[in-house]
């Protein structure tokens, strides 16, 4: 069902999806966009998954189409990179489709994430005929139980279903843009801005390899933002994170957890510490001088606490305290199929993939 773009490139003439999927919602939904779309006398469609073609040729002639989940209420940083990158297009067509989550109780909200990257688009030269959102699963495992398998099921299909009305949407060239409330925009503006600068970084932070880890390396080879490193076979996680719950989804042995220890330092040297070093300096001297010292000594604290919680891991006999967590009772998630499509395209691409580059 998924092509290389590369080699579909040639046969495009109305339309490319391009598209991230961190747990496979995003890739499950682009499959069946794919499909409604690339059918006899309807259209030749492409798939463009970001993750492996970074930048790719586009023809101004077709409409191209970008999906990603929703990440704190706006785009993923990787999406954001690719969008900002891509070469100007004057006249082309666009849509988007964000990829929200919903849990038995909760329904998911694109928030800021349309027009975030309508913005972007429009100064590209396109003109965004069509924007929407989709539930799929909530897939945030690092804080949030994913669904129970059946509820799962029932979400996946209704996001199925929706997917059919948008690709039937825009066969018919309709333009369709979703409107977010005014408020909703600026706080998910905010909400961003400390995700992406801040928050993101800190999520690969929080996790550890418990007993379980065989060392497969898994988590490493298919981490999207080269965020993994495996260290005398353990993994090690840097600041590159994407925030997109591949890795502790992927792990065959479910050995990846968010640590409580990791939880507690980094809420005290990325929360409360620059907090008070703010106020603290605010009485002395001006508001930007206190920024300054305060960015200047949260990053240094929080690189050494790093390293001290790092060395506890180090000692097998913390390891109670290292790697205790709330994640062990959590399921796991991840969309129907999608580690079999995953594996094959990190495979076809694993030669013409610089994976240490990357970074955003
Ligand atoms: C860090 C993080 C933040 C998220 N923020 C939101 C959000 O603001 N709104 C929402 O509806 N879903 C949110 N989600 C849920 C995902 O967008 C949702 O599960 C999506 O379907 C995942 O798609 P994927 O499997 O293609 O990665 C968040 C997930 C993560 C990991
Ligand atoms: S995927 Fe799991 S078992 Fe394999 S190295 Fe990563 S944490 Fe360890
Ligand atoms: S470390 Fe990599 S795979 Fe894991 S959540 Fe971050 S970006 Fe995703």
């Not at 999927?21 to 409604?36: C, D, K, M, P, V």
């Not at 299909?157 to 949407?169: G, H, L, P, T, V």
């Not at 990846?256 to 939880?263: E, G, Y």
């Not at 300096?281 to 010292?293: C, D, K, N, P």
Request: hydrophobic share 45%; glycine share 6%.
């Amino acid at each position: 069902m998924f092509y290389n773009v590369e080699t579909e490139m040639q046969y495009m003439k109305n339309c490319v999806i391009h598209y991230f999927s961190g747990t496979g919602n995003t890739q499950r939904a682009a499959g069946i966009l794919f499909e409604q779309l690339n059918k006899p006398g309807i259209g030749k469609c492409a798939l463009n998954n970001i993750e492996q073609n970074s930048s790719v040729p586009l023809d101004s002639h077709a409409i191209h189409i970008f999906m990603f989940p929703v990440y704190a209420g706006a785009a993923p940083a990787i999406m954001v990179h690719y969008l900002m990158n891509l070469p100007s297009v004057q006249g082309g067509s666009a849509a988007i489709i964000a990829i929200t989550g919903r849990t038995e109780h909760r329904h998911g909200d694109p928030m800021q994430a349309l027009d975030q990257a309508s913005r972007i688009l429009a100064r590209k030269g396109f003109q965004v005929q069509l924007t929407d959102a989709v539930e799929a699963v909530a897939n945030f495992g690092q804080f949030l139980n994913p669904p129970t398998p059946e509820a799962q099921q029932q979400i996946l299909r209704e996001a199925d279903a929706r997917i059919r009305e948008i690709a039937e949407q825009i066969r018919q060239q309709q333009t369709s843009i979703r409107i977010s409330a005014i408020w909703i925009k600026y706080a998910a503006w905010c909400l961003w801005a400390i995700y992406t600068v801040l928050a993101r970084r800190v999520l690969g932070k929080l996790y550890v390899a418990d007993q379980a880890c065989t060392g497969c390396g898994q988590c490493a080879h298919f981490c999207p933002a080269a965020a993994i490193r495996l260290f005398h076979g353990v993994p090690r996680w840097n600041f590159q994170c994407e925030g997109c719950q591949r890795c502790m989804n992927i792990c065959p042995t479910h050995a990846i957890q968010v640590s409580f220890l990791r939880l507690f330092v980094m809420l005290m040297t990325t929360v409360l510490f620059p907090i008070a070093v703010f106020i603290h300096f605010l009485a002395l001297h001006g508001i930007v001088l206190s920024l300054f010292f305060t960015v200047l000594t949260t990053i240094g604290v929080v690189v050494c606490a790093d390293v001290v919680v790092f060395l506890l891991e180090l000692i097998p006999a913390m390891r109670y305290l290292t790697t205790a967590s709330h994640t062990r009772r959590y399921r796991r998630y991840l969309a129907p199929d999608f580690l079999k499509t995953l594996a094959r395209t990190h495979r076809d691409s694993r030669n013409s993939l610089d994976n240490s580059s990357r970074g955003y």
